[in-house]
T-cell receptor
Framework: SQKIEQNSEALNIQEGKTATLTCNYTNYSPAYLQWYRQDPGRGPVFLLLIRENEKEKRKERLKVTFDTTLKQSLFHITASQPADSATYLCALDEGGSYIPTFGRGTSLIVHP | NAGVMQNPRHLVRRRGQEARLRCSPMKGHSHVYWYRQLPEEGLKFMVYLQKENIIDESGMPKERFSAEFPKEGPSILRIQQVVRGDSAAYFC?????????????FGQGTRLTVV
């Protein structure tokens, strides 16, 4: 069956360190993969999209990698700040429907 | 994502009542998507609409749930005869024509509580 797996345990890191979140998938052939941020009681906010033919994408302190052989995406936040504390969702789409399927998300807690 | 407006933000209904959730897409967006988020679960797709047309409702429960996006006015997600299991956060997203959710804009959600 198709699965999108994100670590259900919260990731706790110290301010200034790099946070790395993982998204693994099985039985998908995604055309693209997205990362969103969600704060408690709020809607998801789109952060980055990476396409199947791209290995890496960057935006300010954010970096996303996409390895279609490993079926995995890594999401990095460098020089993390307490304000980066949130739940991060990955979502992927196989390209036909343009309606992505979401993982459950991983909570990131950055300690001052 | 302040451009996608959902109301109400919080809705309390007794079992058996009807719930109506509204979504006004961003200006210039003609496509609306509804997702449901249960506690400790991911966002689950429900329905995809464009004005006056349902494109994909594969995620909608077969009974009690309906959605519309009229020519004028917001998109409405309607849940009839609500049950406790309908308690969740319901999110709406919008996109311009042809873009899908490649770069989605979500609203703040409506939190439905069935008592």
């Amino acid at each position: 069956s198709q699965k999108i797996e994100q670590n259900s345990e919260a990731l706790n890191i110290q301010e200034g360190k790099t946070a790395t979140l993982t998204c693994n998938y099985t039985n998908y052939s995604p055309a693209y993969l997205q990362w969103y941020r969600q704060d408690p009681g709020r809607g998801p906010v789109f952060l980055l999209l990476i396409r199947e033919n791209e290995k890496e994408k960057r935006k300010e302190r954010l970096k996303v990698t996409f390895d279609t052989t490993l079926k995995q995406s890594l999401f990095h936040i460098t020089a993390s700040q307490p304000a980066d504390s949130a739940t991060y969702l990955c979502a992927l789409d196989e390209g036909g429907s343009y309606i992505p399927t979401f993982g459950r998300g991983t909570s990131l807690i950055v300690h001052p | 994502n302040a451009g996608v407006m959902q109301n109400p933000r919080h809705l309390v209904r007794r079992r058996g009542q009807e719930a109506r959730l509204r979504c006004s897409p961003m200006k210039g967006h003609s496509h609306v998507y509804w997702y449901r988020q249960l506690p400790e679960e991911g966002l689950k797709f429900m329905v995809y609409l464009q004005k006056e047309n349902i494109i994909d409702e594969s995620g909608m429960p077969k009974e009690r749930f309906s959605a519309e996006f009229p020519k004028e006015g917001p998109s409405i997600l309607r849940i009839q005869q609500v049950v406790r299991g309908d308690s969740a956060a319901y999110f709406c997203a919008s996109s311009p024509e042809g873009q899908g959710l490649a770069e989605a804009f979500f609203g703040q959600g409506t939190r439905l509580t069935v008592v």
